[in-house]
C-alpha cells in the first residue's frame, strides 16, 4: 500500500533510540474510509475493500419444532478496491454465508444482526449501479 501512494510510514528518533514505524493513510484513501476511530490506542479505521452481490443459495435446512430455518448461500466479490486487493481479494471469488430465519405470523424474517451493516451502493463514489468498481473521479 506504500507503493501504491496509500499509506506513509514514519518513525521519528529522539537521538537515543528510534520508535517503532508508524502508518497512515494518505488523502487519497479518503473516499474509502467509512469510519475512524482516532482516540482508540489501535487507532482502528473501517474500509470499503469490495461489494459483495448475492449469488445463489446452496441449502435450507427447517426446524419445524423452533419454526425456523437456516439458509445456506453464496455471494460474489465485486469492485475490489485497492484495500481489497491488498487484503487479496479477487474478482468473482465466491463467499459462503448462512442465515437464520424465523417463522412469523406474516412470513419469515431474518434474524441475524450481522447482516444490518449492508450499504446501498449509491452511498459509495467509487462504485457504478451494478457495482464494479470505476475509481475515483
Known sequence: MIDDNLMVA?????GWFTEN???YFTEKTNNFIVS?????LTHS???VSNCIVFNEITGII?????????VSWTCKRIGITPFGEYAGYKENDVVN????FILYD???RINDKKNEKVKNLKDY???NEKGDYIGIK
Open 10 to 14: 514514519e518513525s521519528r528518533s529522539n
Open 21 to 23: 514505524e508508524k502508518y
Open 36 to 40: 475512524r476511530d482516532e482516540y482508540s
Open 45 to 47: 479505521h473501517t474500509v
Open 62 to 70: 427447517v426446524n419445524e419444532q423452533n419454526k425456523s430455518a437456516t
Open 97 to 100: 454465508r448462512s442465515s437464520i
Open 106 to 108: 406474516d412470513g419469515w
Open 125 to 127: 463514489p467509487f462504485f
